[in-house]
């Protein structure tokens, strides 16, 4: 390999990449790489599932109230700090996995799922990252995964009751559940390969994603179908469009 080179207005997610290696055979064609698809990953990828002694210095990038008096938060290398609101009494504990959790959220005070993803460290990076979802019933204590090193990075969840959630992630791509998350649907056709970084149902049918180029997708029949949005924003220059990080609604019209 001599150079190499992203089209214009393709550019990954840069902290999705992790190392580069080169294979001595090459890898099978996939076709477009734009595509969405299940690229299976290898759970040794992420290294041991040992949680380490001290995760104090660990990034933590999600958070959830939890039955109005209970905070848990997620973060690098499947770190999960839990905390009464009342005492603000800290612990830590692990996920069981080195994946880095993204986002958390919780249906009442003992199910809830967690997501997130990990570099192809042992791929070409450009193949993107593998996706992990977490689910527990015992309010944190224990997680364990529904879908693991397959997939892309996914970034957000939301859950509209506890039978009915979506997950988005790396190359346009969105997930559902029917049955509490035991089995997902998907990738779902969303027409985009921008890396989608938010999804927000406001029921089990209407809802939104936003991700990278200002990309904002709406779907009325539960994911079957999109259609997009315009979100006008300040332009940087040479037209260079905004990341759409987070989406939020109140109802269906706000």
Same mark, same amino acid.
């Given at each position: #390999? =001599?150079?190499? +080179?992203?089209?214009?207005?393709? @550019?990954?997610?840069?902290?999705?990449?992790?190392?580069?290696?080169?294979?001595?055979?090459?890898?099978?064609?996939?076709?477009?790489?734009?595509?969405?698809?299940?690229?299976?990953?290898?759970?040794?990828?992420?290294?041991?599932?040992?949680?380490?002694?001290?995760?104090?210095?660990?990034?933590?990038?999600?958070?959830?109230?939890?039955? +109005?008096?209970?905070?848990?938060?997620?973060?690098?290398?499947? %770190?999960? *700090?839990?905390?009464?609101?009342?005492?603000?009494?800290?612990?830590?504990?692990?996920? /069981?996995t080195?994946?880095?959790?993204?986002?958390?959220?919780?249906?009442?005070?003992?199910? !809830?799922?967690?997501? /997130?993803? *990990?570099?192809?460290?042992?791929?070409?990076?450009?193949?993107?990252?593998?996706?992990?979802? &977490?689910? @527990?019933?015992?309010?944190?204590?224990?997680?364990?995964?529904s879908?693991?090193?397959?997939?892309? *990075?996914?970034?957000?969840?939301?859950? $509209?009751?506890?039978?009915?959630?979506? $997950?988005?992630?790396?190359?346009? #791509?969105?997930?559902? @559940?029917?049955? /509490?998350? =035991?089995?997902?649907?998907g990738? &779902?056709?969303? !027409?985009?390969?921008?890396?989608?970084?938010?999804? =927000?149902?406001?029921?089990?049918?209407?809802?939104?994603v936003?991700?990278?180029?200002? #990309?904002?997708?709406?779907?009325?029949?539960?994911?079957? %179908?999109?259609?997009?949005? %315009?979100?006008d924003?300040?332009?940087?220059?040479?037209?260079?469009?905004?990341?759409?990080?987070?989406?939020?609604?109140?109802?269906?019209? =706000?």
């Open positions: #390999t =001599h150079a190499w +080179g992203v089209p214009y207005g393709a @550019t990954r997610e840069p902290g999705s990449f992790g190392r580069l290696s080169l294979a001595e055979l090459p890898l099978p064609n996939r076709g477009d790489p734009g595509v969405p698809r299940f690229v299976p990953g290898r759970p040794d990828d992420a290294g041991a599932t040992t949680v380490a002694a001290d995760r104090t210095g660990d990034c933590l990038t999600g958070v959830d109230l939890v039955g +109005g008096d209970r905070v848990i938060a997620v973060g690098a290398r499947g %770190t999960t *700090w839990q905390s009464s609101v009342a005492r603000n009494d800290w612990q830590c504990a692990g996920a /069981g080195q994946f880095n959790l993204q986002r958390v959220q919780f249906v009442d005070r003992e199910r !809830g799922w967690a997501v /997130g993803g *990990w570099s192809r460290d042992k791929r070409v990076a450009l193949c993107g990252g593998m996706g992990i979802i &977490l689910s @527990t019933n015992d309010g944190g204590h224990t997680w364990k995964p879908w693991q090193a397959k997939g892309a *990075w996914f970034y957000d969840l939301c859950f $509209v009751r506890p039978q009915i959630g979506y $997950v988005c992630g790396g190359y346009g #791509t969105v997930m559902k @559940t029917t049955d /509490g998350g =035991h089995t997902w649907q990738p &779902l056709s969303t !027409g985009t390969n921008s890396w989608l970084y938010g999804v =927000h149902f406001v029921d089990e049918n209407q809802g939104w936003v991700g990278t180029h200002e #990309t904002l997708l709406h779907t009325r029949d539960g994911g079957k %179908t999109w259609k997009s949005q %315009t979100a924003g300040w332009r940087r220059p040479r037209d260079l469009r905004e990341r759409l990080r987070s989406v939020d609604f109140v109802d269906s019209s =706000h």
